[in-house]
């Protein structure tokens, strides 16, 4: 399996909570992102957090727009219900995806709310 099918697997796993041991297989221990909605330095432990905050989200379909050894980008529609990690309502979100040693060691991600 690559690593976009399982990065869509893994997103399509939020309605009953996160798959933790999917996490860990696709996200590597030197993990170090960027919030742009905080402005802060992400590690792999914070996202988690993000994770466990994102439970019941609504995956409407993700697309992986390109994947090599080094890059993976998806589109990622979703809906996050109301007690989430993010403002009730539903997205697109675009991400790249920076690959080392077969999994996620950064990334940078924009999300547009799409119902308005």
Do not use: Q
């Not at 909570?17 to 696709?26: A, Q």
């Not at 992400?42 to 905050?53: D, H, I, Q, T, W």
């Not at 697309?63 to 996050?80: G, R, S």
């Amino acid at each position: 399996m690559s690593i976009g099918d399982a990065l869509v697997r893994f997103l399509d796993s939020f309605i009953n909570g996160y798959d933790e041991e999917l996490f860990d297989e696709l996200w590597h221990d030197e993990y170090e992102g960027y919030s742009n909605s905080t402005g802060t330095p992400v590690k792999k432990a914070n996202l988690k957090s993000f994770m466990e905050a994102s439970i019941g989200v609504v995956t409407h379909g993700t697309e992986i727009l390109y994947e090599n050894d080094e890059v993976l980008v998806a589109e990622w529609k979703c809906t996050f219900p109301k007690n989430s990690s993010r403002k009730e309502g539903s997205y697109t979100v675009l991400i790249w995806h920076k690959l080392k040693n077969g999994k996620i060691i950064s990334h940078r991600s924009g999300m547009t709310r799409t119902d308005h």
